[in-house]
């Protein structure tokens, strides 16, 4: 298969696209990596944009926190993905069940579905904006990306 340059524009190459290639199928000179987005948590660099915040909600609530921790493996190891900073959790959350990431121990949910009628009080997940804008700050300040 040829090796095709993802194009950011006419004029512009993305320049970090080792896993993209792959995922097409095409020769590569090595091997993508990228971690897991708990692995960032051993980076002193998430410890130090963690204690800035009230805890773990505030920063996947807070885009441009979300972003930066997300970006951080691609820094600072030289990986070639990343995995968005995010939590299956802002589902049921955006769903009517708030929850608390209590340290050490884990999620926390206040409200609990019990019956039929706490089932009827759920809605949609509408919420998630702030999600997609972590998506896209995180593509915006991609290394290699296309300004």
């Known amino acids: ?72 493996p691609v820094d600072i190891l030289g990986v070639d993905a990343a995995i968005i900073f995010s939590d299956i959790l802002v589902i049921p959350e955006a769903m009517g069940l708030p929850y608390e990431m209590v340290e050490k121990r884990g999620p926390y949910f206040p409200k609990k579905i019990q019956t039929a009628a706490d089932i009827q009080k759920l809605h949609l997940a509408d919420d998630l904006e702030y999600v997609m804008q972590a998506i896209q700050l995180t593509k915006n300040n991609w290394p290699g990306a296309c300004h």
């Open 1 to 72: 298969m040829p090796n095709i340059p993802y194009f950011c524009s006419m004029t512009q190459i993305l320049q970090n696209d080792l896993l993209l290639r792959t995922l097409r199928g095409e020769t590569t000179p090595r091997k993508p990596v990228w971690l897991m987005r708990q692995a960032g948590r051993i980076l002193p660099e998430y410890r130090a944009v963690r204690e800035k915040l009230s805890g773990f909600v505030e920063m996947v609530k807070t885009p441009e926190r979300a972003a930066e921790v997300s970006i951080q």
